[in-house]
């Protein structure tokens, strides 16, 4: 190790003691190994000791998480289940409510849980424990609850007044009879002052993302930055240094408190209360070591958050700050925060923002002025006070239209270790032994010593800039090879919904996009689709609807396939302000479309059946491409499929009926369609049971060779070359050919 960043050690090994226990066998033995090499092995202890605990915090995280796992399978399917989870956010404006953790029918669940209401949910006073119950769903990053009735929802306890959760609670419910005549104002001074961003409209999320300047509209580490820093200033200015740093100390112990358990909070607080406490003990040290300590604390503390968008964000952006661009031009300090955040910014939510840092540089002056007048706004919520709020958040907005951003392919996992682990490493480069002073050359040692350390320094700031490119060249060499592809059909992987991408050369066309608002716009900016020609709505269902919006805001679409009839719905009202540059086209029995080599023929029912007349009015497309044909079925069930018996609806692959649902996928409709192949598009342990036993029993008894995204993935369908080759995401490559 060399002298300016002597705690880099600890922090590498404990990364990749926390990184490594997945892929070894035996991860609680090699712990054990590490600390008997730690004790014969004197040069290398403190490394060994340190990546023996990450192992251990690894091996303790991975069994908390299977033993959830398995409380969680013995709740029945098809039941409510009732849980308790802690208030510590407010409900959004589409009726979404966060918590940290929860406990489900008596068992604890330390993993984050999203609550879904289809109703207004009372307002939040000073409780501080919500009881519902409803179905249990769990996710890739997070466990859900859906509640259908407010009778099934209760508010409990009571917040102690001395706590500073309370003085937030407060504070907040005093500024939301202002909300009726500035909404927009009360909710940016919610999220300044009190960390509550839940409310924010995502108009405003838009604009600030778009600029690539969002952390800042939330209650950060910048936040925290300011006010310790004018809370120092201030006090030394009156010559109390000392007491200036037992403020630091405490003020770093109370925003954690005053604001709630948020991550970036937390690691600004860790970072402030140790410079405070170095100085309390005056042993003072670098920044460099301060950024190491806090990001070894904040991992011991939270291991969690070696996987965390902002954990990486913050350290990496501090980190290029430190190590590539320390006494350099403002200019270079720009470029090399933009370096080190673009590949983890693409790596996370798939989206660039050029310019970012210039424009955080820019507008960080306006953001601390609101952020003056939103304490004010707390303290006398005066009309004149939000309308000033108003003014300067306009003024951000104005800036934000400059920003350059977009969705793009996300650099591959391997990319991205790479390129961190080669960072990591760098970190520990440095002139190779020492050079001790001698009598008479002091000077000359010194000098001698000083510049390799700055020769040290230059190379490893190279080092770090070059594996920092890494990543996203990678994302742009698999962008630009993934614009044409030969004829494939894939099913998205999105849970318990449909969304299914058609593709040939450049042309590519969407039907349906799935539950999660997040999840269909990822997946195709992973495979380099950046234009849609054609995008179709089966049926305004939440399940093939959400995700739409978001692709038609975000992508160039052309025109977007709706049938006339039964359009109606939350989603179905969200979708048409996002359809103003698009094309509408209504979708009528019998038409034929065609898209570069894709024909497209449309089969909607000219009825309403009394029985689900939603899932019945879906659109049916038999879509032709690659010398094959896909039957498209969005969720009808027996009714339609009786309806449309008499038609020649043969296909060589068929999308299984309403995921499996064993009102579908009748003898009727198998016997008209005869498909070769059934892709079905269903969730792992779904509440709804699909697909049902004897959908299945009737695709096996035909031969019918059937591929599902709950057990493969993602599932991409090759159909070049006189063949059918399914890619499962989980899975090896299976072809099948047929005559």
């Known amino acids: 190790m060399h002298d300016d960043i002597p705690a880099a050690t600890p922090l590498i090994a404990t990364i990749a003691g926390l990184a490594c226990a997945g892929i070894l066998l035996h991860p609680s033995l090699t712990a054990g190994a590490l600390v008997l090499c730690a004790v014969l092995w004197r040069r290398a202890r403190v ?53 940290s953790r929860f406990r489900a029918n008596g068992v604890e669940f330390d993993e984050p849980l999203l609550v879904f209401v289809r109703f207004d949910p009372p307002p939040i006073a000073m409780q501080t424990t919500l009881r519902a119950e409803g179905f249990l769903r769990r996710g890739k990053h997070h466990y859900s609850l859906s509640v259908k009735s407010p009778h099934l929802m209760t508010y409990e306890g009571e917040l102690a007044r001395w706590k500073p959760s309370s003085w937030n609670r407060m504070l907040a419910n005093r500024l939301r009879p202002h909300a009726k005549t500035h909404p927009v104002e009360v909710t940016l001074v919610e999220a300044l002052v009190l960390g509550r961003s839940e409310r924010l409209t995502s108009e405003i999320r838009d604009s600030f993302k778009r600029g690539g300047t969002y952390h800042l509209l939330v209650f950060s580490g910048m936040q925290i930055a300011f006010a310790a820093g004018l809370l120092a200033m201030l006090l030394r200015w009156f010559h109390r240094p000392r007491i200036s740093d037992w ?15 948020t ?102 002056p306006l953001i601390f002025a609101m952020l003056i007048v939103s304490i004010v706004a707390c303290v006398t919520p005066a009309p004149a006070v939000f309308d000033a709020v108003g003014a300067l958040h306009r003024l951000c907005a104005a800036m934000n239209v400059v920003g350059v951003s977009g969705f793009f392919h996300a650099p591959p996992l391997w990319a991205m270790v790479a390129g961190a682990g080669l960072s990591l490493v760098a970190l520990n480069m440095g002139p190779m032994g020492r050079i001790g002073p001698m009598e008479g050359m002091r000077g000359v040692a010194r ?36 614009r044409d592809v030969p004829p494939r059909i894939t099913l998205l992987d999105v849970g318990q919904g449909d969304a299914i991408l058609l593709r040939e050369g450049r042309h590519a066309v969407l039907v349906d996009g799935g539950y999660d608002e997040d999840d269909v716009l990822p997946f195709l900016v992973d495979r380099g689709v950046q234009r849609l020609d054609a995008v179709v709505l089966s049926h305004p269902h939440p399940d093939h609807c959400n995700g739409l919006p978001a692709v038609l805001e975000h992508l160039e679409v052309r025109e977007l396939w709706l049938s006339p009839r039964r359009f109606r719905g939350d989603c ?8 103003r540059r698009t094309v509408i086209r209504l979708l009528r029995d019998g038409d034929v479309r065609t898209i570069g ?54 296909a060589d692959l068929l999308k299984v009926p309403h995921h499996g649902s064993r009102t579908s996928t009748t003898t009727y409709l198998l ?54 080759l399914v890619r499962q995401q989980i899975d090896t490559p299976r072809g099948e050919a047929y005559p």
């Not at 010593?449 to 920092?468: D, Y």
């Open 247 to 261: 403020l630091l100390l405490g003020f770093a112990a109370l925003a954690p408190l005053f604001i709630g358990p």
């Open 263 to 364: 991550a970036s909070v937390s690691r600004a607080s860790i970072g402030l209360g140790l410079y405070a406490l170095s100085r309390l003990l005056k042993r003072p040290t670098s920044v460099e070591n301060l950024w190491c300590v806090a990001a070894l604390l904040r991992l011991l503390l939270e291991p969690r958050d070696l996987t965390d968008a902002s954990f990486h964000l913050t350290y990496a952006g501090a980190g290029a700050l430190l190590f590539l661009a320390k006494k350099r031009h403002w200019l270079v300090r720009l470029l090399s925060t933009e370096l080190a955040i673009t590949p983890l910014t693409l790596f996370h939510f798939h989206q660039y923002a050029l310019g970012g840092s210039l424009l955080t540089l820019a507008m960080s």
């Open 47 to 99: 490394a060994l000791l340190f990546a023996a605990l990450g192992l251990f915090l690894a091996v303790r995280m991975a069994d908390r998480r299977a033993a959830e796992l398995r409380a969680f399978r013995t709740f029945p399917a098809e039941q409510f289940v009732t849980i308790e989870a802690p208030l510590e956010r407010d409900w959004t404006p589409r009726g979404l409510l966060r918590a």
């Open 572 to 579: 179905a009202q969200q979708l048409l302000p996002k359809s």
């Open 447 to 482: 000098r001698r010593r000083q510049s390799e350390v700055s020769a040290a320094q230059r190379w490893r700031s190279l080092v770090i800039g070059v594996a920092l490119l890494i990543p996203t060249c990678v994302a742009v060499t698999l962008h630009l090879t993934k």
């Open 597 to 650: 080599a894709m024909r497209f023929t449309t089969h909607v029912a000219d009825r309403t059946f009394r029985r689900a007349p939603e899932n019945n009015a879906s659109v049916i497309l038999r879509a032709e491409l690659g010398g094959r044909s896909l039957l498209l079925t969005g969720d009808i069930e027996r009714d339609a499929e009786s309806w449309f018996s008499d038609r020649d609806l043969r």
């Open 671 to 724: 016997d008209n369609v005869r498909p070769r192949v059934a892709l079905l598009s269903c969730g792992w342990r779904n509440q709804f049971g699909h697909p049902h036993p004897t959908v299945m029993e009737r695709l096996d008894e035909r031969r019918i060779r059937t591929w599902r995204t709950d057990r493969g993935g993602t599932l991409d369908v090759d159909l070049a070359g006189g063949r059918v």
